[in-house]
């Protein structure tokens, strides 16, 4: 082989580079510049199989070795993966990845977090959630998966974790509940898991809380006979009754602004439960009156 630039055909061959060397004038020629491949190569799933002194066709192909040993053939087989998703594939990711943020605020189980997934992926396939953000959506799935389970959640806590609107959340966590056929999950309440959260935001110990809970069972069968709900108001009365009849000094402000009421609530839940329970208001203030029973009188219906 002569050199095309001078004729000669004196040439030193570098084997590193796959180049040739005109040794008088100096003129390289490039005679490989593909890599040789010499084992199985698996390209968009498929398996395609290179024989020795074949060489690749393109740069940037997605390449993985056949021998489930190589380690670094594995790692090459799964960041081709990552890279050959779509960008419906990489919508869904992200969007699971939100919500997992969110929940991670919350002591869940494994199971709680598959089903906030695949709710979030279904709603997506069917085209539920366009036109709200990835924060919008986090937050409205969660809400809507961990009120189903009977988790204490409020829509200003999940605001505050998905940095979305209160108002766009509630009115797409609503929007899920109907499309998903159960509009009351989001309605539902779990009067123990509120009692015990605010008990300890309040620093009682469990001795108190567990006094709380008492009350609470005591009360459950007046208000279904009443149909009445446990919701906040009656939450924040049921520890506002028990610090009286266990003669702890927890004031009605303290306890409203941990629960983020008013202060009215509480005393309105507390008449309310008074009649409830038949107890005759016209002798005294309800407080003062509680305040004279013990838990155990209170419990089992001894009003004095």
């Not at 969007?95 to 695949?118: D, N, T």
């Not at 806590?157 to 940095?163: F, T, V």
């Amino acid at each position: 082989m002569r050199c095309k630039e001078c004729g000669d055909n004196s040439f030193t061959y570098d084997e590193l580079l796959g180049e040739k060397v005109c040794d008088v004038c100096g003129l390289v020629t490039v005679e490989e510049i593909f890599e040789r491949v010499t084992s199985s190569i698996y390209m968009d799933g498929l398996n395609k199989h290179w024989k020795e002194g074949d060489t690749k066709s393109s740069m940037g192909s997605n390449v993985g070795f056949k021998n489930e040993g190589n380690k670094i053939g594995s790692k090459l087989r799964r960041t081709a993966t990552r890279h050959n998703k779509t960008s419906y594939e990489r919508t869904i990711e992200t969007g699971i990845r939100y919500c997992m943020l969110v929940a991670a605020e919350y002591p869940i189980s494994y199971s709680i977090k598959e089903q906030i997934s695949k709710t979030y992926t279904i709603l997506l396939q069917k085209h539920h959630l366009r036109g709200w953000t990835y924060e919008e959506r986090a937050g409205a799935v969660t809400f809507y998966t961990l009120k189903d389970n009977g988790i204490r959640t409020t829509i200003k806590e999940l605001a505050k974790y998905s940095g979305a609107d209160t108002n766009r959340i509630h009115k797409l966590a609503r929007k899920i509940a109907c499309i998903l056929h159960r509009p009351w999950v989001l309605s539902q309440t779990n009067p123990i898991s509120d009692i015990e959260k605010y008990c300890q935001d309040l620093n009682m110990d469990f001795t108190f809380t567990r006094s709380c809970l008492k009350v609470y069972s005591a009360l459950v069968s007046p208000f279904e006979q009443h149909n009445k709900q446990f919701g906040l108001g009656a939450v924040s009365s049921i520890i506002y009754i028990t610090s009286l009849l266990t003669n702890i000094k927890l004031r009605q402000i303290d306890i409203a602004a941990k629960l983020e009421i008013s202060e009215i609530s509480i005393r309105s839940n507390l008449k309310q439960i008074c009649i409830m329970l038949g107890i005759d208001q016209t002798k005294e203030n309800n407080s003062r009156y509680i305040s004279k029973l013990t838990i155990e009188e209170f419990i089992h219906g001894v009003f004095k």
